[in-house]
């Protein structure tokens, strides 16, 4: 197979599946899930899925081009770039992250990349972009080269998208995951034969970039529901955050992304994150791990409630405010929620 060949090269031998029993034969890839809700699962695609999913992405970007691999290739963002560098025939470009991810590394892997013929396409999640912008120097004037920057795996703060295309880079915002092999809704409109729908507040998917099944498990049926809470607003979706992370605080429903929205939308904030933890009064109580611009200078506790207290509710307000320095990540770049609960043990 032209695809597994070309893949057998540039992918971890352990993404590579021969396939297994019944249904499971149809396989290309078993790859990993980062393990959001219960424990990881391996999710099993087929070369068809992979490809659509490439095909579909360069019909709404504009065409084929030449890709930047920004992300590490064992996680499907990363696979699916170098799957559709496969699709255009193209060689990719390659970011060196063995020391973590830099805006001077970035800058680096991008130039020979912008030199060839375009488009030039690359996928970061958003804390890289985030990086990127703060550095403000050779790596967000490499990104702004791009013809699109495709940016996912955890949703994106609108302030931190406002101020990247403010400052000139093509963003697309992906909605996605393994199991549709990769990002499927674009800036909030499904790839062409991807449809979305909402039932009890869930978004479902079908399509054919949806994933065969997990390994050991059932099929896949025609939908596949998700984690997560969403609305379609004349046909564009909007995620609301993942169901399993509400929290319910002395009987009030909190959604955290609400709350990390407004906090993250204050000056001095570069990120935040918001969860609850255990609490014998309230059940749950709202805490936040906020990321300062300037540590040194974080911004006051005081204002963060009251804007939060302002714009979602009193009961929404964190009873407690950790600073850091970065966001403790997993996988190719969600924030790891369960890590941030335990810095208020």
Known sequence: MKLRDALADVLDPGLLTDGGPGWEADALLAVPTSGSTGGPKTVLLSAEALVVSAEATHARLGGPGTWLLALPPTHIAGVQVLVRSVVAGTEPGRTDLSAGFRASGFAAA??????????????????????????????????????????????????????????????VTTYGMSETAGG?????????????????????LAGPTLALGYRGGERFGEWFRTDDLGVLDDGVLRVLGRADDVIVTGGEKVDPAAVERVLAARPGVLEACVVGVPDAEWGQVVVAVVVAVDPADPPAVEGLAAAVRAEVGRFAVPKRVAFADALPLRGPGKVDRTAVAHTFE
Not at 158 to 170: N, Q, T
């Open 110 to 171: 991008a130039r020979p990349v912008l030199a060839e013929p375009g488009p030039h396409y690359t996928a970061l999640v958003p804390t890289q972009l985030a990086r990127l912008i703060a550095a403000d120097g050779p790596g967000l004037a490499a990104v702004r080269g791009f013809d699109a920057v495709l940016v996912g795996g955890a949703a994106t703060p609108p302030h931190l998208l406002a101020r990247g295309r403010e400052l000139g880079v093509r963003l």
């Open 184 to 204: 499927c809704v674009y800036d909030g409109v499904p790839l062409d034969g991807v449809r979305v729908r909402i039932v009890d507040g869930r978004v479902e």
